[in-house]
């Protein structure tokens, strides 16, 4: 069982990321000055990688705190049990979305870079999915209190 702190802490981070990586989103849009939009895209890629790495580690906390029995040990896996779960319902695109982290993360190369800075306002979309959907379980779940 979870404790309600401990999750509310985790929510609040993952809350954080996503808001930051919208702010982003919507201020590369509106500017014009390409240096900047350069910096913006790089701010951009570096709010998804921190979002993403925040989202799958969130699942995973779930996962293992609510069934001992299962194991993530790594992002893939916990995609598929959240899969499984009904935690997330587009298996495809988040592995497409780790499969763009791990690519920024490892080999920072430009035509990758803008690559995903293009896929980011979708990633995001599917990323904000499951937040919401966490958000309305959240009512749902059973916490153990906090002594």
Same mark, same amino acid.
């Given at each position: 069982m979870i404790e309600k702190k401990e999750f509310e802490s985790k929510f609040k981070y993952l809350e954080s990321a996503l808001?930051?990586? !919208? &702010?982003?989103i919507i201020l590369d849009r509106k500017n014009e000055?390409?240096?900047? !939009? &350069?910096m913006l895209r790089d701010s951009c890629i570096q709010r998804f990688e921190y979002s993403y790495e925040l989202s799958w580690k969130f699942m995973k906390y779930i996962l293992e705190k609510y069934d001992t029995e299962?194991?993530?040990r790594s992002p893939k896996q916990a995609l598929k049990t959240a899969f499984k779960n009904w935690y997330i319902d587009n298996l495809d695109l988040?592995?497409?979305i780790s499969?763009?982290?791990?690519?920024?993360?490892?080999?920072?190369e430009e035509n990758i870079a803008d690559e995903l800075y293009l896929h980011i306002p979708h990633f995001f979309e599917e990323m904000q999915r499951f937040y919401e959907f966490i958000k309305i379980k959240y009512n749902e779940w059973y916490f153990r209190e906090n002594n």
């Amino acid at each position: 069982m979870i404790e309600k702190k401990e999750f509310e802490s985790k929510f609040k981070y993952l809350e954080s990321a996503l808001t930051s990586l !919208k &702010s982003s989103i919507i201020l590369d849009r509106k500017n014009e000055n390409q240096e900047i !939009k &350069s910096m913006l895209r790089d701010s951009c890629i570096q709010r998804f990688e921190y979002s993403y790495e925040l989202s799958w580690k969130f699942m995973k906390y779930i996962l293992e705190k609510y069934d001992t029995e299962i194991e993530t040990r790594s992002p893939k896996q916990a995609l598929k049990t959240a899969f499984k779960n009904w935690y997330i319902d587009n298996l495809d695109l988040w592995f497409n979305i780790s499969e763009y982290r791990n690519k920024t993360s490892h080999e920072y190369e430009e035509n990758i870079a803008d690559e995903l800075y293009l896929h980011i306002p979708h990633f995001f979309e599917e990323m904000q999915r499951f937040y919401e959907f966490i958000k309305i379980k959240y009512n749902e779940w059973y916490f153990r209190e906090n002594n």
